[in-house]
């Protein structure tokens, strides 16, 4: 994760994308577009999206291996199960953690998304079902990713259009907000301007955010794909490896200890 951050924000700071303003002779409205100087290495940074979403996913079954007996009563049929309703956990999760004693498996039955949350649609939100969708789209196919994503805008407040301003901020922040460059010129926000104030200058009157962003016709939902990962990897180590390990066999380290552990994996 660190290596695709690392790749990620080199591109943006170049900068790839650089935003524009032109007016529309037609309408007059001022027009917000993103010129795209280089586009970005898609297949690659899905390539190490899908090493990370796969290590995570494999640590998990590995775990589940090991709390069920190392080997399970059924090693074939041993996962880690990850469900959005209680209902599937009960009808096919229990069973790929058959060996587990009863409180290891009342955890993990506590964890699953479709038990933590009170609808299927909040726990189609959960960081569990998001790794779920993400790493059975990773086994058959490259983990889709976009290049930018627009990530709002800031502006500097300036007395003598400080209403301008706010009331710009406003629009083209809230326009802009994570939408996913696909094309040169992109058009991302258009207004009416005050005809009494010059056109914004992109290079001095703000700043335009970027990030890297997941397909958002895919698993990912358009989400920013590094912080989607330590989304991911931080729900893991804390709502699943803290409550699991004192439960693994031969654990005799230290509640103190077990948590400084789990904070220096990875």
Known sequence: MQVLHEQTQRFIDQPAYVP????????GEHVLKVQVREWPPVLDWAVVAGDAIHNLRSGLEHLAFILCGDPPPNPNKSGF???????GFEDKGAALIDGAGAEVAAIIKAIQPGVRTSTTKAAHRDPLWSLYQLSNTEKHQLV???GGA???????IRPNNLERTMRE???????????????????????TPDTDLPKL????????????????????RGRPVHAELRR???????????????????????????????AQIG
């Open 20 to 27: 524009v303003v032109d007016e529309d002779p037609q309408t």
């Open 144 to 146: 889709l990713t976009v």
């Open 201 to 220: 200058d992109p290079q001095s009157d703000f700043n335009l955010a970027f990030l890297i962003a997941f397909d958002p016709e895919g698993p990912g």
């Open 232 to 262: 991911i990897d931080h729900h893991i180590r804390h709502d699943v490896l803290w409550p699991l390990c004192p439960h693994l066999p031969g654990t005799t380290v230290s509640e103190n200890d077990l948590m400084l552990a789990i």
């Open 150 to 156: 627009t990530h709002g805008a800031n502006f500097p």
């Open 81 to 87: 199960p990850i469900f959005d309703t209680e209902q």
């Open 169 to 191: 901020v406003i629009t083209i922040g809230a326009a802009a907000l994570r939408q996913v460059i696909t094309e040169q010129d992109q058009e991302l926000v258009r207004w």
